[in-house]
């Protein structure tokens, strides 16, 4: 499941869910698995629906604690945009909030924590290479992508197209991001801060 799409996919039934409790649940289950995908680990874009190790396991990257659970691990920025954007216009369009869980918290602390590190990635544990011909599938210099500077925004490896970013800091993702963290602060300030 990539948490980009299955977001995507759900969010035309918002305003179905307004009148059917059915269908908000749906969404809100959807909204509880994406944080447990975000928490197994915020640099993944893909899932698996349990722990059966398909996907890209041949990609070599840092990262093997839940590796079982990982379809694959192409950091994009706006994977972790989506779902909290979807938590996000539940709540608008129900008016329901038993979905700002501790799953939930946490989710957003480890995509906090994970913009924060890659405002300087060249410090970032992050790497990513996959045995391919596509250039488009890898990232460079042994897979930390092109060399960055430090801009105050966040790096993505690859655009939502899941092809690798040239520069690795894609405007537009950011511009999602900021949408995002002003979503988390009204979030946390009118409805987790009672």
Same mark, same amino acid.
């Given at each position: 499941?990539?948490?980009?799409d299955? #977001? ?7 305003v ?5 409790e059915?269908?908000?649940?749906l969404? &809100?289950?959807l &909204?509880?698995?994406q944080? $447990? ?6 640099y ?10 398909a996907? @890209?396991?041949?990609?070599? #990257?840092?990262?093997n604690e839940?590796? !079982?659970? =990982?379809w ?7 994977s972790? *945009?989506?779902?909290?954007?979807? +938590? ?8 329901y909030?038993k ?8 989710? &957003? ?7 924060? #590190?890659?405002q ?6 992050y790497?990513? &290479?996959?045995d #391919? ?6 990232? =460079?210099?042994d897979?930390? !992508?092109?060399?960055?500077a @430090?801009t ?12 690798? *970013?040239?520069?690795g800091?894609?405007?537009p993702?950011?511009?999602f +991001?900021?949408? $995002?963290l002003?979503?988390?602060?009204? =979030?946390f300030t ?5």
């Amino acid at each position: 499941m990539w948490l980009r799409d299955s #977001t995507a996919q759900m969010r035309p039934y918002l305003v179905l869910a307004r009148e059917d409790e059915e269908i908000r649940d749906l969404i &809100v289950g959807l &909204v509880k698995k994406q944080m $447990i995908y975000i928490n197994l680990d915020p640099y993944a874009n893909a899932f698996n629906e349990s722990e059966n190790f398909a996907g @890209h396991q041949t990609d070599h #990257t840092n990262f093997n604690e839940h590796k !079982g659970w =990982i379809w694959e691990r192409k950091y994009e920025i706006d994977s972790l *945009c989506y779902p909290i954007q979807l +938590a996000y216009l539940v709540y608008k369009n129900t008016g329901y909030t038993k979905h700002f869980d501790e799953e939930f918290i946490k989710a &957003v602390k480890n995509t906090l924590n994970v913009f924060k #590190t890659e405002q300087n990635h060249e410090d970032s544990p992050y790497h990513f &290479v996959r045995d #391919t011909e596509r250039h488009e599938d890898t990232l =460079i210099r042994d897979g930390k !992508g092109a060399k960055t500077a @430090h801009t105050g925004m966040t790096w993505s490896g690859f655009r939502p197209s899941d092809d690798v *970013c040239e520069y690795g800091y894609l405007v537009p993702s950011n511009m999602f +991001a900021v949408v $995002i963290l002003d979503y988390i602060k009204e =979030i946390f300030t009118e409805l987790l801060s009672k």
